[in-house]
């Protein structure tokens, strides 16, 4: 059974740091780009960053220089490290797992963040 777990989300102040981490199961984990969207209320989703299987990484232009995420293939898991967060980053953040350039996304359940102002 495949499955993805995330963990880590809740309630920061702006300017604070989080840290997400996703623990997938069922999957061939290092052969997957790996990835973090998020979606705000009334808005669609949005990509956040991807890994590679090779460990090459994509972020969102509204993300780069304050989040970085990262994998370990040893324990399936992959992380987002949120830094100097800002109130839009407010969302629920969901982990993806994709085989592949045109393979669908596999989710896990989301976890929220609230960055108060």
């Known amino acids: 059974q495949v499955q993805l777990v995330e963990s880590g989300g809740g309630l920061v102040q702006v300017g604070g740091s989080l840290r997400l981490s996703c623990a997938a199961s069922?999957?061939?984990?290092?052969?997957?780009?790996m990835g973090w969207y998020r979606q705000a209320p009334g808005k669609q989703r949005e990509l956040v960053a991807t890994i590679s299987s090779r460990s090459s990484t994509n972020y969102a232009d509204s993300v780069e220089g304050r989040f970085t995420i990262s994998r370990g293939n040893a324990k399936n898991t992959v992380d987002l490290q949120m830094n100097s967060l800002e109130p839009d980053d407010t969302a629920v953040y969901y982990c993806s797992a994709r085989l592949g350039p045109v393979a669908d996304n596999i989710w896990g359940q989301g976890t929220p963040v609230t960055v108060s102002s």
């Open positions: 069922g999957i061939g984990f290092s052969a997957y780009t």
